[in-house]
Every structure is written in structure tokens, then in C-alpha cells.
């Protein structure tokens, strides 16, 4: 079921909050699995001299959100990958070319509008990167590896990763303890 109050139209265009975003991000994934064909992710964010990632500020993410519309088809999806620190498109549909060749072509077009379109001292903090299904696993935002693709998995509660965590603990125990009484179990049949 789609999140609630998902479209931040009146502020940014055709750009999604993080739940949405998240939410149709992991949608592209599963139908892509299915089909077999490759998406591409596009990621932008904001860094400090010192390679920090920071905060977006909403006139800058106006002007983002505003010049990633214009160098993306209307069937990508945009919106915020994480909530005011970076934005992200996801881009379906790619046609005859190989994702590699895309990935360039996308990544080059999105820094020449972006850098066009927003101030110098903005433009060249900016970080575009471009991930292509499978290799979204685990992407290193600065802070830390994130699950791009299952983030119902990485937020769930304490409680149940720790249920989880035990669960997979006490089947890796059994198969352990299966594999080392074969033997005895085989020679008392």
C-alpha cells in the first residue's frame, strides 16, 4: 500500500518524500527481478569541503528537483532518497543501450543541468552517482552503508532484528549440530 501524503508538488515539482520514494524504489526492484531488466539509481547529494554530506537546503532542492525534471523522462521517479540530504531519480526504461553506456549519458547530462542551473558554490559540492540494479546493495553515503533496496528490512525495530538476529543464530546451531551427528546417527541405523 502507498504512503500517505507522498507528492511535495507545491514545493518541489514532481518530487516524493523519503517514505514514497523508498516505497517506489523498492517496487522498480522487485518488478525488475521479476523481468530482468536493469534499472539505474541516481543519487545527489550535498558535500562539505571536508567531504561531509549536509543538509539541502529548500531553495537549492527547488532548483534540483527542478533541473532533474527537465533532463529525466516523465516515468522516472524523483524524490528524496533521504529526507533533505539527498535527492534521487530512479530511471526505468532504458531502452536498447547497455545500462554502463546510459549510466554515463545520464550521469553527464544531470551535472551539466544541475551545475547550470544552481550557483557555483553549490554546483561544485554536489555529488551525482549512478548505481545500476544489482549493485544498489549496501550504497556508502558518507555516513554509513544504507539498504537501498530493502529498507523495510533496515528499519525495522531493536526488537525484531534482535528476534531475527536469534532466529538465524538457532538454525545455523541445528544445521551445525544435523552435520556433525550424521556420522553417529548413521552408525546406529
Known amino acids: ?34 523481468s530482468g531488466c536493469p534499472f539505474l539509481l ?21 532548483k534540483l528537483f527542478s ?15 533521504r529526507e533533505e540530504r539527498v535527492a534521487g531519480a530512479v530511471l526505468i526504461e532504458l531502452g536498447e543501450r547497455r545500462p554502463t553506456e546510459v549510466s554515463r549519458l545520464i550521469g553527464q547530462r544531470v551535472k551539466d543541468r544541475l551545475y547550470a542551473g544552481l550557483p557555483s558554490n553549490v554546483a561544485r559540492r554536489l555529488q551525482v552517482r549512478i548505481y545500476q540494479h544489482p549493485e544498489l546493495e ?7 552503508p544504507h ?3 530493502y529498507p523495510e ?13 536469534v532466529k538465524r543464530t538457532i538454525a545455523l546451531a541445528v544445521a551445525a549440530g544435523s552435520l556433525l551427528l550424521d556420522p553417529f546417527m548413521r552408525g546406529l541405523g
Open 1 to 34: 500500500m502507498c504512503p500517505s501524503g507522498v507528492a511535495l508538488e507545491d514545493r518541489l515539482g514532481h518530487a516524493y518524500n523519503e517514505q514514497a520514494f523508498r516505497y517506489l524504489l523498492a517496487i522498480e526492484q522487485k518488478r525488475s527481478e521479476r
Open 147 to 149: 539498504s537501498v533496496l
Open 138 to 144: 549496501g550504497i556508502d553515503l558518507g555516513d554509513g
Open 42 to 62: 541516481l543519487l545527489v547529494d550535498l558535500k562539505e569541503e571536508s567531504g561531509i554530506g549536509v543538509r539541502i537546503d529548500p531553495m537549492v532542492a527547488s
Open 153 to 165: 528490512v533496515t528499519h525495522r525495530p531493536l526488537f525484531h532484528r534482535c528476534a531475527r538476529a
Open 67 to 81: 533541473a532533474l525534471g527537465l533532463c529525466l523522462r516523465e516515468t522516472d521517479v524523483v524524490g528524496w532518497y
